[in-house]
Structure formats: structure tokens, C-alpha cells
């Protein structure tokens, strides 16, 4: 019996520059939501940028680590995206 491996991605707040000031501010896909590469699935700010976070691959939103709101670093974990 071949047992499958199920791959999952962890989605990271990407370096922003030198801002120190970064709050996840809002999802924009549901645990359980099916996303395409490219999909849009949070919305970052800092002082000075607004940033989009991205799916990476096709896969479905498996973890929410980060609630709407909350201030957030660099290489910190906001989510997981199981491929599909």
C-alpha cells in the first residue's frame, strides 16, 4: 500500500524593508478556500506600503495562523497552503 504525502507550504510575511510596523489587515480567503497561484489571500501594511500576499502554487488554505488586525514581523508564519 503506498501511503500519499500531502507537500504544505508555509505562507510567510515577506521582508518589508526596514519597517518595523506590519499588521496583517485583512484575509481575503477562508480556511478550507481553494486559491490558484497568484490569488491574492491577505492584505499587508506598513507605514508606507500596502502589500499583497500571494499564493504561491495552487492548494487549498489548510491554517490561519494570523488573525485580521494583529501586528506581524518578517518570516513570521500567517498561514499553510496544502497542495493540491
Known amino acids: 500500500?503506498?501511503?500519499d504525502?500531502?507537500?504544505v507550504i508555509d505562507l510567510e510575511i515577506p521582508d518589508l524593508?526596514?519597517?518595523?510596523?506590519i499588521?496583517?489587515?485583512k484575509w481575503h480567503v477562508k480556511?478550507?478556500?481553494l486559491v490558484r497561484k497568484g490569488d491574492e489571500l491577505a492584505?499587508?501594511?506598513t507605514q508606507k506600503v500596502v502589500f499583497t500576499l500571494e499564493?504561491?502554487?495552487n492548494g487549498k488554505i489548510i491554517e490561519i495562523c494570523i488573525e485580521e488586525g494583529n501586528k506581524v514581523k518578517k518570516g513570521q508564519i500567517a498561514g499553510k497552503l496544502?497542495?493540491?
Not at 17 to 21: A, K
Open 1 to 3: 500500500m503506498i501511503k
Open 5 to 7: 504525502t500531502i507537500q
Open 17 to 21: 524593508g526596514d519597517s518595523e510596523d
Open 23 to 25: 499588521e496583517l489587515v
Open 31 to 33: 480556511l478550507n478556500s
Open 43 to 45: 492584505e499587508i501594511t
Open 55 to 57: 499564493a504561491p502554487a
Open 82 to 84: 496544502s497542495l493540491e
